[in-house]
């Protein structure tokens, strides 16, 4: 399995919390760089949160203070909590996994792409 699968989404209230999880092989977790990308239509895809093996961690301003992401090799699943939930993160959630350790912040650094889930906060 090459595919991460993302799960946990779905129509929240504002405030929240959510989790989000992404699960994948050994081979996906044994990747440098994981991270969750969000999309809505018409737009690209913008990283939210990325970690590296190396536990340096990237939030976007956006959700900085709101959001934790964390992996659990053990269980090769990564998490996104999400508190303090706004409408505009309402979005398609995406888990990605880049095994080289390059660049890790832009969406074309990751070759690895679940099918995401939706997240909608009224």
């Known amino acids: 399995q090459v595919q991460p699968v993302e799960a946990g989404g779905g129509s929240v209230q504002a405030v929240g919390p959510l989790t989000l999880s992404c699960a994948g092989s050994?081979?996906?977790?044994?990747?440098?760089?994981m991270g969750w990308f969000r999309q809505v239509p018409g737009k690209g895809r913008e990283g939210v949160a990325i970690i590296s093996k190396g536990i340096d961690v990237y939030y976007d301003d956006s959700v900085k203070g709101r959001f934790t992401i964390s992996r659990d090799d053990g269980k090769n699943t990564l998490y996104l909590q999400a508190n303090s939930l706004k409408p505009e993160d309402s979005a398609r959630y995406y888990c990605?996994?880049?095994?080289?350790?390059?660049?890790?912040?832009?969406?074309?650094?990751?070759?690895?792409w679940g099918q995401g889930t939706q997240v909608t906060v009224s």
């Open positions: 050994v081979g996906i977790f044994s990747s440098v760089c």
């Open positions: 990605a996994a880049d095994p080289f350790g390059g660049h890790c912040r832009d969406a074309t650094d990751f070759p690895y």
